[in-house]
């Protein structure tokens, strides 16, 4: 995303920070008790389908969150309209609200927006990357994960040289669908 930007500013490196400490604040927050009441389920479609539209975030994750991911997949299992109807009703307010917001945002602030963007997905890599040390709470056959943090591997055995493999697979990729990219708009 930088590259297509012509440049960096100095100055953009704060919104790049900001960018990265406002994803990495979301993308630790664990899920919290909210109410099943129609307002909020409402609320739960409006944010679930807003974080869809942003690059890095998960509407799956902000509806774990917000501690409604499964009560929302058990009322599509059991065809629950009592749930689906407000959850529908604020993804399709929030696409329309937010859809419009970012568009004037990008069609005033592209540059700045996109720096952020950026940073935001610089964080969601915390979250991807492929070695994690988690803690678990709690005694028994189903103790809860309480923490996860990514960790460096100390040792080079198969699966870490395969997870490497694949990561530079990964971003080859990426650089070479943008290079066709941008050379087929040249030709356009």
């Given at each position: 995303m930088f590259?297509?930007?012509?440049?960096?500013a100095g100055r953009e490196m704060i919104l790049v920070i900001a960018g990265t400490v406002s994803g990495y604040i979301v993308f630790n927050m664990v899920p919290v008790q909210t109410p099943e009441a129609g307002w909020f389920i409402?609320?739960?479609?409006?944010?679930?389908i807003c974080a869809m539209m942003l690059p890095g975030i998960s509407g799956s994750f902000v509806l774990l969150i917000l501690n409604k991911y499964h009560y929302i997949f058990a009322a599509i299992g059991y065809f629950k309209l009592s749930v689906l109807l407000p959850f529908a009703g604020?993804?399709?307010?929030?696409?329309?609200?937010?859809?419009?917001?970012?568009?004037?945002?990008?069609?005033?602030?592209?540059?700045?927006?996109?720096?952020?963007?950026?940073?935001?997905?610089?964080?969601?890599?915390?979250?991807?990357?492929p070695f994690q040390e988690r803690v678990h709470e709690g005694a028994g056959a189903n103790?809860?994960?309480?923490?996860?943090?990514?960790?460096?591997?100390?040792?080079?055995?198969?699966?870490?040289?395969?997870?490497?493999?694949?990561?530079?697979?990964?971003i080859i990729m990426v650089l070479a669908i943008n290079h066709f990219y941008k050379a087929k708009a040249r030709k356009d």
């Open positions: 590259r297509d930007l012509d440049g960096f409402f609320v739960s479609g409006a944010l679930a604020g993804a399709l307010t929030g696409l329309v609200f937010f859809s419009r917001l970012l568009s004037y945002i990008l069609k005033r602030y592209y540059r700045n927006t996109v720096v952020f963007i950026t940073g935001l997905l610089l964080a969601s890599l915390t979250v991807i990357w103790p809860l994960l309480a923490d996860t943090h990514p960790v460096f591997p100390l040792e080079l055995s198969r699966p870490v040289l395969l997870s490497f493999a694949l990561i530079i697979a990964g």
